[in-house]
């Protein structure tokens, strides 16, 4: 009995390192699931806009709003609807780890222009 007195303590540390590992995983994850829903916000608003008669600049203000940080939008026009592209660079939101994982995300929102 006095020799598996320490085993608990050795198991433990074996597995630490993968419930770290998978701890980061997880906040990678729902970051990237934040990061769409922005996006996604961030268009379809823009999309509205634009389709009820306001100004582009007003929409791509708006759609930068609702967007991450360093977000890009682009706006097109295509067979009477309006077309609207956000797109930003998901990073891991730790400073040591911000250059693992980033990736860029895009939504597309398309919204039928109204007539007045």
């Given at each position: 009995?006095?020799?598996?007195?320490?085993?608990?303590?050795?198991?433990?540390?074996?597995?630490?390192?993968?419930?770290?590992?998978?701890?980061?995983?997880?906040?990678?994850?729902?970051?990237?699931?934040?990061?769409?829903?922005?996006?996604?916000?961030?268009?379809?608003?823009?999309?509205?806009?634009?389709?009820?008669?306001?100004p582009?600049?007003?929409a791509?203000?708006?759609?930068?709003?609702h967007?991450?940080?360093?977000?890009?939008?682009?706006?097109?026009?295509?067979?009477?609807?309006?077309?609207?592209?956000?797109?930003?660079?998901?990073?891991?939101?730790l400073?040591?780890?911000?250059?693992?994982?980033?990736?860029?995300?895009?939504?597309?929102?398309?919204?039928?222009?109204?007539?007045?």
């Open positions: 009995m006095r020799r598996e007195r320490g085993m608990v303590t050795a198991e433990l540390m074996t597995i630490a390192p993968l419930g770290v590992a998978f701890a980061f995983l997880l906040l990678w994850v729902v970051s990237l699931g934040l990061t769409q829903v922005r996006l996604a916000d961030a268009s379809r608003e823009s999309a509205r806009m634009i389709a009820r008669g306001e582009t600049s007003s791509e203000t708006a759609a930068r709003r967007a991450p940080d360093g977000a890009t939008v682009r706006v097109g026009e295509e067979g009477g609807a309006v077309v609207v592209t956000v797109s930003a660079r998901s990073r891991m939101p400073p040591f780890f911000s250059g693992i994982g980033s990736r860029t995300m895009t939504s597309t929102s398309v919204a039928a222009l109204e007539s007045p």
